[in-house]
């Protein structure tokens, strides 16, 4: 049972958000030297290592293989879809794209949940909704432009049709999620295994293998802790020392905004003004969205 408290809450939050913010950075720096299956094939093999540490540390040994069968089916189906597809498509857009475009466009998710649970969950919308989703993909659109007005073209459009495919993976992979009541690590770590099978099935049948260049496999190493292994048992954590989650789920606004200084400051790219503007754009698209549905309940 854990008690809950705000200050333990904050700090787990605050750890999250630091590491969401500068793993951008460690793609790009990775895939200077390394394909995007590559850099999936090194993280992959890093957070599952890091999850089952964890997992021994936290004893849920014994939750891990008290799953079913129809559990473990469901797991491999996850683990297909998040880490496999979702971060295979991902590090493609961010070999195509400047980081400060590829990272805001890719956290249009939580809009793409509500697209999506539009059209699958059949749920009901209102305008202020529609409006609010016309907000945020204005915010891809002015992102896209990569400070460029001439003409209002989409630069790199393939990578940022890879962005946002990214998301729609994401937003799927939570929507199937939301049925299962296993333990999130027990969850996580089983997915993340069968992720670990695909990816090396993946690089072993095209090849990837056979080149990996050493000098992206560090910041790779780091994609695997920061972005998905540690991190996400930081965020859990969180989630469950706080007595509201709301409090703790609004510091995740801040990730974007620390990502652009990180970018700024270690992969020199001059940051646009499109970029900042069109991640405010999604930002309030994506509050106005969440301020509805705190009504709704």
């Given at each position: 049972?854990?008690?809950k ?16 913010s500068?793993?951008?950075v460690?793609f ?11 850099l999936?094939?090194?993280a ?32 491999g ?9 979702y ?13 400060q ?31 609010a ?6 915010g ?15 630069h790199?459009?393939?990578g ?6 990214s ?52 910041p ?8 998905m ?19 703790v ?15 700024h ?7 646009y003004?499109?970029s900042?503007?069109g991640?405010?754009l999604?930002i309030?698209g ?12």
């Open positions: 049972m854990i008690v408290n705000n200050n333990i809450a904050l700090l787990y939050a605050g750890l999250a958000v630091l590491c969401w500068t793993v951008a460690a790009k720096l990775s895939l200077r030297y390394l394909s995007a299956a590559q999936l094939f090194i992959n093999h890093t957070a599952s290592l890091a999850l089952i540490i964890q997992a021994i540390l936290n004893n849920k040994w014994r939750q891990f293989f008290a799953q079913s069968i129809k559990q473990t089916i469901n797991s189906i996850l683990g297909l879809l998040n880490p496999f597809f971060y295979l498509i991902l590090f493609k857009a961010y070999s195509v794209l400047p980081a475009v590829a990272q805001p466009i890719n956290f249009i998710w939580p809009v793409m949940l509500v697209l999506l649970s539009i059209l699958l969950l059949k749920q009901k919308t209102r305008l202020i909704s529609v409006v989703m016309a907000i945020s993909f204005s891809v659109f002015l992102l896209s432009l990569q400070g460029s007005f001439t003409g209002l073209n989409i790199q459009p393939f940022v049709l890879l962005a946002l495919s998301s729609v993976i994401w937003s799927l992979y939570w929507i199937l999620n939301l049925k299962d009541k296993r333990d999130d690590q027990v969850r996580l770590l089983t997915s993340f295994l069968f992720s670990s099978l695909f990816i090396s099935l993946w690089c072993s049948l095209t090849g990837e293998l056979k080149t990996i260049s050493t000098a992206g496999i560090l790779a190493v780091y994609t695997g802790l920061f972005e292994g540690i991190t996400f048992v930081f965020w859990i954590k969180a989630l469950q020392y706080a007595t509201s989650t709301a409090r789920s609004n510091l995740i606004y801040m990730t974007p905004f620390l990502s652009l200084i990180f970018i400051l270690i992969l020199h790219e001059t940051i003004f499109t900042v503007a991640l405010v999604i309030t994506i509050i106005i969205q969440q301020s509805m549905s705190e009504m709704k309940a």
